[in-house]
């Protein structure tokens, strides 16, 4: 068990946008529970587009996403702060499984609010840690509604997926990490759910360097936080279907606080896209990734021409693709390249 | 350029055993050239499969393939010893593939000679890095004649695939990364084909701990190196239809001397099991392996109680694999763990 942290010794301190030295104590914190993720460069595929590409492999992160980075941070801070319930989350997916994984690991016991539309195989991959799955209509009403049902039953501790301080500050650790072995980026690409990666990599890129840029991902069918941070407020009910099932999430209080001050801009995807950049990961860079975790490589690949000779980091934030997508993918048209 | 190395005046060396220090240099000869490929380790799977496993991702060295380190080694020696003409080799895919890298980076021409069956997609990344294709009928008396003929033509450098001394130098690099970073390593599970790769890995394993019980791979349709050790001399003519590729070489005069030295064993694997662990690899580790680069995760699946609480480490040779035969995997039975 880590020091008793600050931030478990006050709770409205997950409100508030984590400070440099939160991110850096959270990464020493899930440092033994989390991978080192590789940062891949290829010299040959640089030459081809005309910029320096580095991306960072959250795909090959422990349970296939970089969920279990900000989830084992809100578990040990919990565990930490002296709770004995049960924790207790909502997610479509890879969030869930990441918290299940982390829970397991700590000894808690965890129940998971679950879209019943979310992917087989995460379903799959949260049962097999031992989670209680609830399943909700995959809609935000039906799962506020599951979670407050699960919350009335007693002494839970909730984690939210995204819009929480402590899993913000877990999720910088990727770029954290990313930094320290490519200094230099100037750009970095990276995809936008509810935020809380997208937060957490803009938080530590902006404290290394606030000259870098930061975009965002997100499908056009789901380009809610786009809509946000140009309305300048959140914008809701704007989620439409998308094979990007873990990008279907709106911006919370604390990540559209963030994502305001911090994202140059936010780059949209087609679906199409979506799958020839899955296509492409295969056969170029024999990396599996899952639709959501290929957005920022699309939005890359679509947008190539902006960052010519510039050094851009694009994050492949998971890799738990179905094999039917995955399938699917292959018979997508090889992006063109130059 | 390199500094002239011993080995590139003196011709004989290509016919002799490196030694460790021929080793070392032939690492520190292709730094610049090669990608330091990650080692993957998954504590969630160790507990699976009651070992540790530690997974030497060459399939996500540039090119796809460990054949890199090898062609390019084999490449700068042959400039450096000043030859003005074209290099000319044979290959199914890989090692035309990367010595075509390696020529185009150094400014030399090359002719390869290619069997009319090698998978498209190594066809074409042949093609792509310019080099010139001769074909012919998939078998060693065709390839030979075919060799030949475009030796008669005149001044040529050949780079035997496999059965020379720069190429196994070079391919021990990959395993001098990996005792690298895990020194404890038991066990080494790596496929054979015509022996460079294992060659490279049992030398570079020996020289840091001669304990190290070095197993083989091949798939059962080309077990050609398990019945030449048995045999005790290179037994010819045993090679028949595998998904396995790249596994369909028999060994040369130098890598059976090396491998009967050097490997306890050769373990054979069945197609269907390199599909399922090509599938276990897409799911699990979110890596992408052609068949014969799955042939050591496949044999480790099968043989996984008989090296139990082993430090156990598997090469993933290479990730070329085409669309189709992806497709299929995906279709294979799921291994089942424990």
């Avoid at 604390?254 to 056969?283: G, N």
């Avoid at 890359?300 to 510039?310: I, M, N």
Wanted: charged fraction near 20%.
């Amino acid at each position: 068990m880590p020091n008793l942290p600050r931030a478990a010794m006050d709770p409205d301190s997950r409100a508030a946008v984590p400070r440099f030295d939160d991110l850096l104590a959270a990464r020493a914190r899930i440092a033994p529970f989390v991978r080192r993720t590789p940062v891949l460069h290829d010299p040959e595929l640089d030459r081809l587009l005309g910029l320096q590409l580095f991306m960072k492999c959250e795909n090959l992160q422990i349970g296939g996403a970089f969920k279990l980075r900000g989830a084992t941070h809100a578990a040990l801070l919990i565990a930490a702060s002296g709770h004995q319930g049960r924790l207790l989350t909502q997610s479509s997916g890879n969030h869930g499984a990441a918290l299940a994984l982390a829970c397991r690991r700590l000894g808690l016991a965890l129940t998971v609010v679950v879209p019943r539309t979310a992917p087989r195989s995460k379903i799959e991959a949260m049962r097999r840690e031992g989670a209680e799955l609830v399943f909700c209509e995959p809609d935000q009403a039906s799962r506020d509604a599951a979670v407050e049902a699960v919350r009335a039953e007693g002494d839970v501790a909730y984690v939210h997926p995204f819009d929480d301080s402590w899993v913000i500050a877990g999720q910088a650790s990727a770029t954290l990490e990313w930094l320290e072995e490519v200094p230099k980026l100037e750009v970095i690409l990276v995809p936008v759910s509810g935020g809380g990666l997208a937060s957490g990599t803009a938080l530590a890129a902006h404290a290394h360097d606030p000259k870098i840029e930061v975009f965002g991902v997100e499908p056009s069918a789901a380009a809610d936080a786009r809509a946000s941070l140009a309305a300048g407020s959140i914008q809701r009910g704007l989620v439409g279907p998308t094979l990007c099932d873990a990008l279907r999430a709106e911006l919370g209080p604390l990540t559209f606080r963030i994502l305001s001050a911090h994202l140059a801009e936010v780059l949209v995807v087609e679906d199409d896209e979506v799958l020839a950049a899955m296509r492409f990961a295969c056969e170029r860079l024999k990396l599996v990734l899952e639709p959501s975790g290929a957005a920022a490589l699309a939005a890359l690949l679509k947008a190539r021409h902006r960052f010519r000779g510039r050094c851009v980091g694009v994050m492949l934030s998971g890799g738990n693709a179905d094999p039917e997508t995955l399938a699917l993918a292959l018979q997508a048209p090889v992006p063109a390249l130059p």
